[in-house]
């Protein structure tokens, strides 16, 4: 294989929305910045997502200045989002972790993703990413915090594994469904030059001058069978991830990482597996 290299960089401004691919990105310790510092909750402090509502995957957020958000999505007129000034908390449910979230200002912003959605929802920023949530501490080492992402600071995927998948699905029995495009699976970076599932054995990376830890592989789940640029679902990756990739319970795709320094990284940086 050739010398690895970050082939893009994905940053999601609201969670389930539809990403964006800078050039660069500042990493921060939860995370690249400006990635799933919004979030959609229900009526019940819940948080929306993809997986009981696909037509997120058509909804965008362009990152502002500052940490706003200009929000767009089909039949809908773009709507502006400042971050909101300090002011009470609300509760939000994140999988298993309770969460505490600043909802946006007003009511705009509401009133815009509910008549989306159909349902009663609410858009909260996550004001104090060093001290709101810490990453899951069966995988964590003291200190480690993390945005509303499913759990981990960062995703990394690499491009010959995505191959490797797209030509597992082909012989398959969904094969009409491939091949699939790297954005089901949402990745923060993603490294091209590797051999497949090479990624299984890091524990340590460096891209660029920034070095992460890998945290763990990533389990994946339905929402990875959701057309990013259609809301319709199918059955793959999950079928054929489920025939070859189960490892430890899980389907997996991806590793977890944890950012271990500061600093920025670029498309086209060097990737270097430390151990």
């Known amino acids: 294989m050739g ?17 964006l691919a800078p050039r ?55 709507l502006t989002v400042p971050v909101p000034r300090p ?13 505490d979230g600043v909802p946006a200002e007003g009511d705009a912003a509401h009133a815009w993703c509910s008549e989306y959605l159909g349902l009663g929802a609410r858009l909260v920023h996550m004001d104090d990413p060093a001290t709101r949530r810490p990453v899951d501490p069966e995988f964590a080492l003291p200190g480690e915090t993390v945005s509303f992402a499913d759990g981990y600071p960062l995703l990394l995927t690499t491009a010959a594994s995505l191959d490797a998948l797209n030509s597992l699905i082909a012989q398959g029995r969904h094969a009409q469904e491939g091949p699939l495009p790297m954005n089901r699976f949402r990745p923060n970076v993603v490294v091209a030059g590797t051999a497949a599932w090479a990624e299984d054995d890091w524990s340590r990376v460096a891209i660029g001058e920034v070095t ?5 592989m990533c389990g994946r789940c339905v929402v990875t069978t959701t057309g990013q640029a ?26 977890n990482l944890v950012p271990q320094s500061a600093g920025t990284i670029r498309v086209g940086d060097p990737v270097t597996v430390l151990d």
Do not use: C, Y
């Open 3 to 19: 010398n690895p290299r970050l082939q893009s960089i994905h940053v999601h401004p609201v969670k389930a929305f539809r990403g």
């Open 24 to 78: 660069q990105a500042v990493v921060e310790p939860w995370g690249l910045a400006g990635d799933r510092r919004w979030v959609l909750i229900d009526d019940g402090g819940k948080v929306v997502t993809q997986r009981e509502h696909p037509r997120l995957a058509l909804a965008a957020a362009e990152l502002l200045p500052g940490g706003g958000v200009r929000l767009s999505a089909p039949g809908m007129d773009p």
């Open 87 to 99: 002011a009470a908390t609300v509760p939000v449910g994140i999988f298993r972790d309770k969460v």
């Open 212 to 216: 992460f830890r890998v945290a763990k």
């Open 230 to 255: 259609t809301a319709e679902r199918g059955k793959e990756p999950l079928h054929t991830l489920g025939r070859h990739r189960r490892i430890g319970g899980k389907l997996v795709f991806g590793q």
